[in-house]
């Protein structure tokens, strides 16, 4: 973002703004890069997480708070049967892989999108041994016969297809579903990748939104409002399995508790207050707002995809110019990333959202 002149470094935040270190302050659209749900410095949140804080973070023993979010999260999620906590997306999506493959006896995985940054994900990387390369293969979103091709080719190799579920305009219609279907006829497990979306379309997340059941799924980012913790849910006969109980995957934080306890807040908060409903609608109000005043000047940036979180897309042909005018919007207090999903929060109101709409349309006729 240097390269387009926008604030490097925050200094604090607070609901759904931050304030940069030259005390310059900033309706927030990232919250984050989408761990903020229910707001900055949420009072609910933080109340929760200090009482834990004050009765100790680590034990060398198991926590009753740990059973209790884990029951917490199976009666939230629709297709969650069991839950296993890890800390940070990397962790759960990684612990999946490390389930999956355990489970099926293979060792090749197939990823479609962005899941982190452990060696796996990331083959052709520097610092990545040829040997993992080799073992990961990459298929386009939205594309069935490749991903059908690819598992034909590597035929009684894959241990599970990754997804994430919701990239750019959506899911292709049966999308999804054909994911699972595909993975199951080669013998693989099909994982989604819920780290983004889960508790923004939906707290199941994609899956849930369209209302596909995978084998496994993992959650991170916006589950518990700012702290590191993640989980992977799934089926009891996979997570319960002889092979998947044998698999040494603890870490010392893993089931951190002030993790814990924002979860538990965060879903208490999200539940009090609709909270699903209320970034779909303010989402909505977004996008078509910041479509209109755009499209009324014949400039290709737009907003696709689902109101909680909304992708920029923008026509090479006049990305430099609209880049400049979401820079603009800087000067009266907007943040607008102009490439990455822009996130929604409880902390969000109606006004914010017209502020942000007049910004866009007063950049737009600068020139």
Known sequence: MQGLGYPLYAQRADGARFTDVDGNEYIDYLMGFGPIVIGHNDAAVKEAVHKQMDEGTVYSLSHPLELEVAELLIDTIPFAEMIGFFIG???????????ARAYTGRDAIIKCGYHGWHDWTRPG???????????????DYGDLDQLDKQLSQDAGHIACVIIETIQQAGAPEGYLQGCVDLAHKHGALCVFDETKVGFRVAFGGGGEHYRVTPDLSTFGKAISNGYPGSFVAGKREILGSESTRSLWMTATFQSDLLSLAAIRSTISEMKRRDG??????????????INEVF????????LIGYGPMPTPSVDNADRDRCFEILRRCLATGHYLHPTHPWFLSLAHTDDDISSTILSVDEAIKEG
């Open 295 to 302: 499209g009324q000047s014949g400039l290709s940036f737009k």
């Open 89 to 99: 997306g990397s962790g759960a999506t990684s612990g999946a892989v490390r389930i």
């Open 125 to 139: 990387d520097p610092g990545v041994p040829r040997v993992i390369d080799e073992l990961t293969s990459v298929v």
């Open 276 to 289: 699903i409903a209320y970034q779909w609608r303010l989402g909505e109000k977004l996008m078509s707002g």
